[in-house]
């Protein structure tokens, strides 16, 4: 990225907002502003607001950040190996604008039984 591109979301996100989807961060469990949100609508990306997760596939994992069964649509979310942390994991990120999202983890309930475990701050939602 360059020095004019991490300028422009330096402007535009908050600092953890740009810790977390620029630099591949996270937030503490527990923190976040959407993980015990129960309200309906559509989590967009904080970056450029693509459609990624809808309050019909989050569920309460138990694990400190919102969590989903499947994305919208999902060539709106890409995958990556992330071998950080001394683990292998799959990353994701935003398709559109590459922010970093969260991990998916094969540990979900049905139908998908995936746990896609997502950053309040690379969301925004868009309540109905």
Not at 11 to 29: C, D, F, I, N, W
Not at 42 to 59: A, D, P
Not at 105 to 123: E, H, Q, W
Request: proline share 5%; with cysteine; net charge negative.
């Amino acid at each position: 990225m360059s020095d004019q591109d991490n300028e422009k979301w330096r402007a535009r996100l908050s600092p953890m907002q740009y810790h977390v989807a620029r630099e591949k961060g996270t937030e503490r469990a527990f923190t976040g502003e959407y993980w015990n949100c129960t309200d309906d609508g559509i989590y967009r990306c904080i970056c450029c607001g693509t459609e990624l997760f809808s309050s019909e596939q989050k569920f309460d994992s138990g694990c400190g950040w919102p969590s989903f069964t499947a994305p919208v649509k999902e060539e709106d979310v890409a995958e990556h190996s992330d071998r950080t942390l001394g683990m292998t994991r799959t990353e994701v990120t935003c398709r559109n604008c590459g922010a970093h999202l969260g991990h998916v983890f094969p540990d979900g309930p049905a139908p998908t039984g995936l746990r896609y475990c997502i950053n309040s701050a690379s969301l925004k939602l868009d309540a109905k």
